[in-house]
């Protein structure tokens, strides 16, 4: 079975930083890990899920959504099977439930991704 596992969530002063992972595991996925484009999505109470990044499946492309340009950095280590969100400059509107996500795909829609992590949370205080 298939298995997704955020961590790193937690709460921050504005301005201040943290790094999520999403670590791989179980079935056949983990083996085929590099096969896969990885995203982060987030939920804020009472919003849909929105895309945040995402990564090819060799780390060589990124794309960001545009409120977080400049401030996140997503990065993957296929030896370790793990996804990474570095978030600086937080900000209050970041607060939300952080998912990552696979996908044979390299896409921002969440509809095309297969796999989800239980999700973290990140709260940004003023």
């Known amino acids: 079975q298939v298995q997704l596992v955020e961590s790193g969530g937690g709460s921050v002063q504005a301005g201040g930083s943290l790094r999520l992972s999403c670590a791989a595991s179980?079935?056949?996925?983990?083996?085929?890990?590099?096969?896969?484009?990885m995203g982060w999505f987030r939920q804020a109470p009472g919003k849909e899920r929105g895309f945040v990044a995402a990564?090819?499946?060799?780390?060589?492309?990124?794309m960001y959504a545009d409120s977080v340009k400049g401030r996140f950095t997503i990065s993957r280590d296929n030896s370790r099977n793990t996804v990474y969100l570095q978030m600086n400059n937080l900000e209050p509107e970041d607060t939300a439930v952080y998912y990552c996500?696979?996908?044979?795909?390299?896409?921002?829609?969440?509809?095309?991704?297969?796999?989800w992590g239980q999700g973290t949370q990140v709260t940004v205080s003023s």
């Open positions: 996500a696979s996908s044979y795909y390299y896409h921002t829609d969440p509809s095309e991704y297969q796999y």
């Open positions: 179980g079935g056949t996925f983990s083996t085929f890990f590099s096969r896969n484009a």
């Open positions: 990564v090819t499946r060799s780390g060589g492309t990124t």
